[in-house]
């Protein structure tokens, strides 16, 4: 799968999510994306919405979020109002960070800011976890023909199934699923990582993280259990305060993570069972047969005067029970690697 230029089956794809970490002053927002290209970000990534596209202005109890968050106690509307990213400030942020780059996308809510950054030709585009219901809109977004990542923090699997139907009915196989835990921020025990592996073979498309834990643990782990995806929201600094400001990485960490994540990489590398030089030379620090007392021509091979030993330049230790028992033909000093030219052929 290929996002812009970028093959995620080359190297994990790492985006740092903007999101509201700007504190509605645009150049905070640049100097976010410029610390995250230094910081090693393959992408930024930004929302697409206004308080309007998302909710109603109502303060009853079912506008009120109430749900075990960091939000609690605010309405939809209130907390849109402060997190969203201006839809004037988009095409000067996606000339930038393409400047430095980074690929730029973002996630769009509803059919306009689809239409919105299919104008501004976005590469790629993001659907949250609570859109992950809205089939109109993924099969919206589905039509216009660029790869699309879904998050799946809320979804069943029928829900799950149900979306990338509605992106192939559009005639769209370009998927990635993200493992994501909806919670704000997430506790690292209900990462439940393992559903990664469980997700590509179950759906048979590029699977990724999009976490919201505490730290790097996570995202880095997520690497050797098949990730291709690492999405991590990112903040200049956590005293610009904010909606997202207690679960995002500052610079130094989010490098941090680029830094593992790409060694966690390395050190996966591929299957290998080949017997490079390298391994063959380390092989002599290995066991083999040796004589370990000395032995007159015609004496019988003991395990009194043969042994598995280290170094390895005799015979593989395997033959050992082969040995037992028959004749030398010459004379051999302790010390001398056992080889099948010493053995008596009869």
């Known amino acids: ?24 002053d645009i150049n905070v927002a640049k100097k976010t994306i410029k610390a995250a290209k230094e910081s090693g970000a393959d992408a930024i990534k930004i929302q697409t919405y206004t308080a309007d596209t998302m909710t109603i202005d109502c303060d009853n109890k079912h506008f009120k979020i109430n749900s075990g968050t960091i939000w609690d106690g605010r309405t939809f509307y209130d907390l849109y109002n402060e997190a969203y990213t ?43 976890s609570f859109e992950i219901m809205d089939i109109p809109l993924i099969e919206y ?31 769209n196989y370009q998927i990635a699923l993200l493992k994501c835990t909806s919670s704000y921020p997430a506790n690292i ?27 790097i643990t996570v995202p880095v782990l997520s690497v050797a259990l098949g990730a291709r995806i690492i999405e991590k929201h990112f903040i200049l600094d956590k005293s610009i305060g904010g909606p997202d400001a207690s679960f995002s990485l500052e610079p130094e960490e989010f490098k941090r993570m680029v830094e593992s ?12 069972y080949s017997m490079t030089e390298k391994k063959k030379n380390s092989r002599l620090l290995g066991r083999s047969l040796f004589v370990v007392k000395d032995i ?5 091979f003991t395990s009194e005067n043969i042994k ?19 004749k030398a033909n010459m004379n051999l000093k302790r010390g001398t690697p056992l080889g099948w030219e010493y053995i008596d052929k009869k």
């Not at 996606?94 to 950054?117: C, G």
């Not at 007159?296 to 019988?300: I, S």
């Open 1 to 24: 799968m290929k996002i812009d230029k970028f093959d995620i089956n080359n190297r994990v794809f790492i985006i740092a999510e903007l999101s509201a970490n700007h504190g509605h």
């Open 86 to 128: 201006p839809w004037e400030w988009h095409k000067e942020l996606m000339e930038y960070a393409n400047s430095l780059d980074l690929i730029f996308f973002s996630t769009p809510f509803d059919k306009s800011a689809v239409d919105f950054l299919d104008d501004m030709n976005v590469p790629v585009y993001k659907v949250a």
């Open 141 to 171: 977004i589905a039509s216009k023909g660029k790869p699309i990542i879904m998050s799946t923090g809320v979804a069943s699997l029928n829900d799950i199934e149900d979306a990338i139907m509605a992106c192939k009915k559009a005639g």
């Open 189 to 215: 025990e209900d990462a439940n990582l393992l559903t990664i592996p469980n997700m590509k073979n179950t759906f048979s498309v590029e699977v990724g993280l999009s976490d919201h834990t505490l730290g």
């Open 261 to 272: 994540v790409r060694e966690a990489e390395k050190a996966l590398g591929k299957v290998d």
């Open 296 to 300: 007159k021509k015609g004496d019988v």
């Open 308 to 326: 598995s030993i280290r170094p390895g330049y005799g015979l593989h230790p395997k033959h050992y029970a082969e040995i037992i028992g028959e």
